[in-house]
C-alpha cells in the first residue's frame, strides 16, 4: 500500500513499530462459588431480668454456600432506637455448616423502673425487659415498753415491729439504747 502499512503494521521513518490488534469473543468467566450464610433462631435467656443480671442471646448461623464464609454479627442493644450496647463476632463456617453465635450481656444502666430494651442481631429481633434491682426497706414502728414505768432490778419489755417494705428479702439489726 502507498501509505506505508502493511497487515497491521505502521511503519515509521527510521523504526518499525508494529501494533497488532486482536479482535476475540471472550467467554463469561465461571461465576465463582460463594458463601451464603444467614442467621436464624433468636433466644433471649432471660427475657425478663434485673440490672446487674446477666443476659445469654445467641443466634445459629448456616453456610447455605458452596464454599467457606466468615461472616460479621452484630448484636445492638437499643432502647427507644437508640444503640446502647453494640457487641461483635466472626464466626467462619464450612459449606452446609451451622454454629451457635453466643452474646452475654449485662445490663447496668440505672433503671428505676422496668425498662424494655430491644435486641437486634442482623435484622432478628427481640426485647428484654429490665427491672431495678431488688432490695430491703426496712421500716420500724410501734415502739411499745410494758411497763410504761419500773424501780431499779424490775423487768420491762421492749418492743418493736420490723416491717420490710422494700422487694427482696434481707436482715435488719435493731438496737436498743436506754438512757
Keep these: ?104 450481656w449485662k445490663p447496668t444502666d440505672a433503671v428505676t423502673q422496668p425498662t424494655s430494651y430491644q435486641v437486634s442481631v442482623d435484622g432478628l429481633t427481640g426485647s428484654v425487659i429490665v427491672y431495678p434491682t431488688p432490695q430491703a426497706a426496712f421500716q420500724v414502728s410501734n415502739l411499745v415498753i410494758d411497763p410504761a414505768e419500773v424501780y431499779v432490778g424490775e423487768t420491762v419489755n421492749i418492743m418493736v415491729t420490723v416491717t420490710n417494705t422494700g422487694n427482696a428479702p434481707g436482715t435488719r439489726e435493731v438496737q436498743c439504747i436506754i438512757d
Design 1 to 104: 500500500m502507498a501509505d506505508g502499512k502493511k497487515a497491521g503494521m505502521v511503519v515509521g521513518i527510521g523504526a518499525a513499530i508494529a501494533t497488532l490488534f486482536v479482535a476475540m469473543k471472550a467467554k463469561a468467566a465461571p461465576a465463582i462459588p460463594a458463601a451464603d450464610i444467614e442467621l436464624y433462631g433468636l433466644s433471649i435467656d432471660p427475657n425478663v431480668t434485673y440490672r446487674n443480671e446477666s443476659v445469654d442471646i445467641s443466634v445459629f448461623a448456616r453456610n447455605n454456600g458452596e464454599i467457606q464464609g466468615s461472616y460479621e454479627v452484630i448484636c445492638n442493644i437499643l432502647i427507644s432506637g437508640e444503640v446502647m450496647k453494640n457487641m461483635k463476632k466472626t464466626v467462619t463456617l464450612q459449606p452446609g455448616e451451622s454454629k451457635p453465635v453466643a452474646f452475654s
